[in-house]
């Protein structure tokens, strides 16, 4: 069966992919590994024999497709936080790699470490393999010929050894520290629904208007009132049925129907009157409700207010779903491909709303390989690019600084003239859980027979000396960013998840997309930020 993997690297990935799956969802202590354990079945299988290997193309295209399609979901938030927060979270970034160099200074002088293999170990327990280049590149670009081999060799000695502990150790800190201090992750999501659209939990009621204070009053007034949280369906008003607009003004006796979080619902039906016995939006007779797909690529991208539905089709969009979550709708929200929106119109306008929206699902199946194509090439070629800095330090992006940053641009702008750069979200799932099954089962599979040779020839306390490093300060920055910066722990795990196996066991333990936010919103600073680091630890001891 060796041979078969050795001829076969494509046989070996799906392998250890299928089985990294179901190890992943073995229960462990009511957690799960998840998609994460690949990455461990492929050390298992790469230490079996040192002819296993994985081609460079599978990890290189596995990371890039994967950190692309996260910016580009995660391009709007990304903007809106920083703009707020980014100060913190530089500051954040920073005293985090300040402790995680000042423990391995401490384990160099302890345990007699040269320059190279420390700073590898800074590397592997950050696994960051752009820094592990960046810090090759210094050992070729700095020191003497006959050292050259020896220092590159002890660097990567130093890399292998930790990178498992620098995912499992962060894992570890993030499962326990969970149960420490008690987190609820679902009202933690309850709370930052303002900032970050996770789920509504939306419901609808019909309200009477009874309360003579808000005669007169444009829903305009408690739409901003009520901080843009509440949407309003179809009124009736002297027996007729109509769909009322931000200037319809609100009169005694009218009935309404109110979509938004049961607390806001709640809060707005007292201060227009009381519930209503009949739930209007039963009634069918001249409006009807239906879902339909985004899937015109010539609306995804635009404002609900663009389409002036309500000028052309006498028709309003209460609510959209995109993937699990339902949103509120509103002017200002942006449709993207994939989203399906409930509209409440006639019957005989449903025909033209399907042709303008697209509703084909099949149409949903297909990505656009020309503005994905481009996007992916645009995020490698940022990549390569080599910035140098006083000192003789440099770095580049990699092939996951590149893409991700050009990800996080395409997805904020979501199109240029015809170009819809966003994809359907199925489309996205798909694409980036395949990169991160490439991306796992790479790594591990080249890291494997390394890892086992060193410990066998009793690098033991290397592995050690890594654990230290990744675990210290996984666990002392997730405590004071919760209790002292006051950072959410959702979001705060996916900060520490600077690898992808980290940041899927924290989406696993969240139950949210919080994770995912925190990991996007570092990460670019993040990478430049460690190969510096581990450039300025090789240079200040070596």
Do not use: C
């Amino acid at each position: 069966m060796i041979e078969a993997f050795k001829t076969s690297p494509v046989l070996l990935l799906f392998v250890v992919s299928a089985i990294g799956y179901w190890v992943g969802n073995i229960p462990i202590r009511g957690a799960r590994l998840g998609v994460a354990a690949v990455l461990f079945v492929g050390l298992a299988f790469g230490a079996l024999d040192p002819g296993l290997a994985m081609p460079d193309i599978v990890i290189v295209l596995g990371l890039s497709m994967f950190v692309y399609t996260i910016g580009l979901s995660s391009g709007p938030s990304f903007f809106a936080t920083f703009r707020a927060q980014g100060m913190r979270n530089f500051l954040f970034i920073v005293a985090m790699l300040v402790l995680s160099s000042a423990i391995t200074v401490g384990i160099h002088f302890l345990f007699g470490l040269d320059a190279a293999t420390s700073a590898g170990l800074l590397a592997g327990s950050s696994t960051n393999t752009a820094s592990l280049a960046a810090l090759i590149d210094l050992i070729q670009l700095s020191q003497p010929l006959e050292l050259q081999e020896k220092l590159t060799n002890a660097a990567v000695v130093g890399y292998s050894l930790s990178y498992p502990m620098g995912v499992l150790g962060v894992m570890l800190a993030i499962g326990l520290l969970r149960r420490w201090l008690k987190i609820d992750y679902q009202t933690e999501a309850e709370q930052l629904n303002n900032i970050y659209p996770l789920n509504d939990h939306l419901v609808r009621q019909t309200v009477a208007v009874t309360h003579a204070e808000v005669v007169g009053l444009p829903l305009r007034t408690i739409f901003q009132q009520f901080h843009q949280r509440i949407v309003f369906g179809r009124m009736r008003r002297d027996g007729q049925d109509e769909l009322p607009n931000m200037d319809t003004q609100l009169q005694l006796g009218d009935r309404i129907v109110l979509v938004g979080s049961a607390q806001v619902v709640a809060e707005v039906a007292q201060l227009l009157g009381e519930s209503y016995g009949e739930e209007l939006s039963y009634d069918r007779t001249i409006f009807d409700i239906r879902r339909m797909f985004v899937s015109n690529p010539k609306i995804a991208g635009e404002k609900i207010a663009s389409l002036n539905l309500a000028e052309q089709f006498s028709t309003i969009i209460t609510r959209i779903q995109r993937g699990d979550v339902d949103l509120l709708a509103n002017g200002e929200t942006v449709l993207e491909l994939g989203d399906r929106v409930l509209v409440i119109a006639r019957r005989t306008d449903f025909g033209k709303l399907a042709r303008l929206f697209g509703n084909s699902y099949e149409a949903l199946n297909h990505i656009n390989l020309l503005s994905f194509g481009s996007g992916m090439a645009l995020g490698l070629l940022l990549g390569m690019v080599t910035f140098t800095l006083p000192g003789g330090l440099s770095f580049s992006l990699g092939f996951a600084g590149g893409p991700l940053i050009v990800a996080l641009l395409l997805g904020a702008l979501r199109r240029t003239g015809p170009i819809v750069w966003t994809l359907p979200y199925g489309a996205n799932l798909v694409l980036r859980q395949l990169g991160l099954i490439m991306l796992l089962a790479g790594i591990g599979i080249r890291s494997g027979h390394t890892f086992l040779n060193t410990m066998l020839a009793g690098g033991g306390w290397l592995f050690l000396a890594g654990a230290i490093i990744a675990t210290t300060t996984a666990f002392v920055t997730l405590w004071l960013g919760y209790r002292w910066l006051r950072i959410p722990y959702g979001l705060l795990s996916g900060m520490v998840a600077t690898q992808p196996a980290i940041l899927e066991y924290a989406l696993g333990q969240a139950d949210n997309k919080l994770p995912t936010i925190g990991y996007t919103l570092i990460l670019p600073i993040m990478l430049i930020m460690k190969i510096l680091f581990v450039q300025i630890l090789f240079a200040l001891l070596v």
